[in-house]
């Protein structure tokens, strides 16, 4: 590449400090120029005009050949997020088009936006042993676990694509009905999956949560979705509310960005999609993708998020200590607030959700 033309998502955090010119060496010739877009207004025409050869999203640009057909030059996708469900890697590696995706970047954050979910909502946890279920264990499921075992909680986990372990100890159905609290953690898959035990089991996660599933739960148990919206089908966790009175906690829902009309004022907490978003996170997102792309340019990266990182003085240590402080680590009620404020007749527009994860001011992570 001579000079390198960029394509990427507004919402990358730090995208001039990590890519510019003095990410190919103080005495390179190339230049890079960096073109900045709302990830939604990503699209085919756009990338036919630009034609630039690195493309860098989020969850909310779908990737595949209706994106890149009309376009020759990319040479490399980055996604700074944990989820490749938006992406078709195989149209990419059929074009030879290299992808980076930024796996385990907010694997901390989406677990304590889950801890502050349940403890805000059932403060009396931080004392008093529960079951936590978590289904799926890759880097945010198993992190929420080490979380749930330090405050000494009991585990049930369920992932069908990894080996039996001590976290991965339950049936989906033993999950589904035993727990007090159920987190979500999946991708979200249309198709059958070939796990460790079976292959020929159908692992798909769209609408794993419908009203089958809803029926093996006890109506106390709590739900959290922090993964990816479809997991649940919207309507029967709305009804399902309806008839139980049931704490759901959405941070991702079926038909975003768009809420539905009925669902929002039956949720205890609902936030849009920031489950992720720290300081640490999104920095730690576009360090990955960053050092991707330094790899495939065959360049030696030159920053570090370190470098970025105001200090950091929420420590877990500490609030285990005075669970009175979880307002001041994180008060999850005003992210819910924030959301509520934009509903208009029951339901909030996809602009005005877009608009709160624009406009979001990044948390901090707890120091673990």
């Known amino acids: 590449m001579k000079n390198i033309t960029i394509v990427a998502d507004s919402n990358i955090a730090s995208l001039d400090e990590f890519f510019n010119p003095s990410m190919l060496g103080q005495a390179s010739e190339q ?27 989020r969850s909310v640009t779908p990737v595949g050949e209706a994106l890149l ?21 195989d149209y990419l590696a059929m074009r030879h088009i290299t992808f980076a995706n930024a796996a385990g970047c907010s694997k901390h954050s989406v677990a304590q936006y889950v801890l502050s979910a349940i403890l805000t909502l059932r403060p009396q946890y931080w004392q008093q042993s529960m079951t936590l279920g978590i289904i799926g264990l890759g880097n945010i499921g198993s992190t929420l676990a080490d979380y749930a075992s330090d405050l000494g ?71 959290i979705n922090s993964a990816r919206g479809p997991v649940i089908h ?22 975003e960005p768009q809420i539905a009309d009925g669902l929002l004022s039956k949720l205890a907490i ?38 970025l990182l105001p200090l950091n003085m929420f420590l877990w240590s500490e609030l285990k200590t005075h669970p009175e402080r979880l307002l001041k680590f994180y008060d999850i009620m005003q992210d819910d607030a924030a959301l509520r404020s934009k509903a208009i007749d029951g339901q ?10 624009g406009d979001y001011h990044l948390r901090r992570e707890w120091q673990f």
């Open 31 to 57: 230049s890079v120029n960096i073109v900045k877009v709302a990830g939604r207004d990503i699209n085919a025409q756009l990338l036919a005009d630009l034609q630039p050869d690195v493309l860098l999203i």
């Open 270 to 307: 609902a936030t849009p999609h920031i489950a992720g978003y720290t300081v640490e996170g999104k920095l730690r997102g576009t360090q990955i993708i960053y050092d991707a792309l330094c790899e495939k340019l065959a360049v030696i990266p030159t920053q570090s998020m370190q470098a």
């Open 348 to 357: 909030v527009k996809g602009a005005d959700f877009d608009g709160l994860r």
């Open 153 to 223: 909680w009991q585990l049930l986990g369920y992932d069908p694509l990894l080996p039996p372990s001590t976290i991965n100890n339950a049936s989906l159905e033993q999950v589904l009905s035993q727990s007090d609290v159920i987190s979500l953690h999946v991708p979200l898959t249309d198709e059958q999956t070939a796990s460790a035990q079976n292959a020929s089991i159908n692992h798909a996660t769209r609408h794993l949560i419908n009203t089958e599933a809803l029926a093996m739960m006890p109506v106390q148990t709590m739900l």
């Open 69 to 89: 057909a009309d376009n020759q030059s990319v040479q490399f996708v980055g996604s700074a997020t944990i989820g490749t469900d938006h992406v078709d890697q």
């Open 234 to 255: 919207a309507s029967d966790i709305e009804a399902d509310m309806a008839r139980t009175g049931r704490q759901v906690v959405l941070d991702v829902f079926e038909h």
